[in-house]
Every structure is written in C-alpha cells, then in structure tokens.
C-alpha cells in the first residue's frame, strides 16, 4: 500500500505532530475533510480491568469540537455475547458511526460492526484487532513483550446464570500500575486497580468472528511502552488490517496519558465519513 505522509497524517491535528509521536507507512492517505454531511457518532468501547471513565479526557475534547459521543459499559462476560451488545447499541445510532475500542475492546468492535453499514471507521487504542479465529491470548503472546499472565491475576469464582463454574481475572493491585498505567500518577492508578472491572477468564481463549477491517477503513495509535499488549503485536494487527498508524510513547491506557492525541486520531478518522 502507499506510504502515508506525514503532512498527510497530520493535516487539521496539531497533537499528532508532538514529541513522541511517529507515524507509520501501513496504509493510503486518509481522504480530506468533507464540509458537508451530519457529524458521527462516536462511540467509545472499554476493555477489561477498565471502565468507560478511561475516556473522560477524550470525550471532553471530542464533545467541545461538536461530535455526539456514547461512551457504553463493555459486559465482559465473552466475546459473542459483548459483541452482540455492543451490536444492539449500535443498531440504535441513526447515521454515520465511528467506533473505538482500546484493548479487548478492539474485539468487541472488530465483531460488532460487521454488517452495519452505518460504521463508517474503526479506530485502535492499544487494542486487538483480530482476524476471524483469533483469540486475546494467542495475540498478547505472538511477540514477546506482555508482563500480563495468570501469575499477575486473582482470580475469583463466580457461577453462570445457568449454575457453570467460571471465574473473573483482576490484575494484582501491586503490579497494576506497572502492567496497565505506568505513565500515570500512582495516586490515580491507586483508584484504577481498585475499581477495576473483571473479565471472564475465558474471553482470553474464545474466537473472534469474521474482522469489520474487512470492509471498514480504520485507524490505529499504537503505545511503544505498552506492557499488557506488546508493541511488535500492535503494529502487526495494525499492518494485517491496513490501520493509517500513528505511534506514541505510551502505556496501555493511551487514551489516558495521551487524551488529545487520541481525540485528533478519532476526529481524523471522523472526518473521512462526512460525505
């Protein structure tokens, strides 16, 4: 595919040319701002050990440059049945989607927009974005890198509403920061480990369906410092799926550390669905 400029990339996105931040030839150059057509919905998806409070920053500056913003509670109890409620959410947004998944939330959108032909771009926050068979663990161990393993989980049992065994995985609250925030305050990562939300430990090994990349352009802002999902696998499900790439000096929640990057990063993918 061809190179994408820097001018290209950073056209009309200020944050996208601070320190730290690299863009990447994986993709065609985004296309220009359209000047007509209804503004997106953006739609901000959480992973696990998070909740949608991760986005705040972001959907400040997203709601101040004028775009609508849904910011809904990933269930984390597996990838078929997270799919098809983010699914259902998004079944009713009238117009034009653009929809953003940081971590395992990647899944979730990658399985979720497919068929909806409102989701106009997909965007990657030190994400998975997997191809169809993919799991979260064969993705987080393809590159060496992940400090994250059962090791640094607790684990607690909980039953199915149908009486199986399963059990939730918390990242240890002394390793929390380290793995998942490790460019924000202590104080913050503090509250962060402590109300973290679980994930059903056995969202790690369930496949992921046929991938929206397919058909839906996207975008991809991979964090350099990321010690939950390597870098080396960011940028290979960055390149598999065509991403227009930038990369940061970030932790896992880059969302967090770097708010305006990714808000310019969403308003540059939003602005290729105004048509």
């Known amino acids: 595919m061809p190179a994408v400029s820097r001018r290209t990339i950073l056209a009309g996105s200020a944050a996208l040319a601070a320190a730290g931040v ?28 998070a ?78 974005a997997p191809d169809a068979g993919d799991t979260v663990l064969g993705l987080q ?44 305050p202590r104080s913050t990562t503090q509250v962060m480990a402590a109300t973290q939300r679980p994930g059903d430990v056995h969202t790690l090994q369930q496949p992921s369906g046929p991938p929206a990349w397919k058909q839906i352009r996207s975008w991809y802002l991979v964090a350099r410092d990321d010690n939950l999902i390597p870098a080396a696998a960011q940028r290979y499900m960055a390149r598999r799926a065509g991403s227009r790439t930038v990369e940061a000096s970030a932790s896992h929640v880059a969302m967090m550390s770097h708010p305006q990057l990714t808000a310019d990063l969403i308003t540059l993918a939003a602005r290729t669905t105004r048509d």
């Open 22 to 49: 690299v863009t990447t030839a994986t993709a065609a150059p985004a296309a220009a701002h359209p000047t007509s057509g209804p503004r997106p919905t953006v739609v901000l998806v959480h992973g696990a050990f």
């Open 141 to 184: 161990t393809k590159f060496p890198g992940t400090k994250l393993g059962e090791p640094q989980l607790d684990l607690r049992p909980y039953l199915l509403p149908d009486g199986k065994p399963s059990a939730d995985g918390y990242v240890k609250a002394d390793v929390f920061r380290d793995i998942f925030a490790g460019d924000l």
């Open 51 to 128: 909740d949608a409070s991760g986005w705040n920053d972001v959907i400040r500056r997203l709601v101040r440059a004028g775009y609508p913003v849904l910011a809904p509670a990933n269930p984390l109890r597996g990838v078929s049945g997270d799919s098809a409620y983010l699914a259902s959410i998004l079944a009713t947004i009238t117009g034009p989607i653009v929809l953003v998944g940081h971590s395992y939330g990647g899944v979730i959108i990658t399985n979720a927009a497919t068929g909806n032909p409102n989701v106009k771009a997909l965007v990657y926050v030190a994400a998975f």
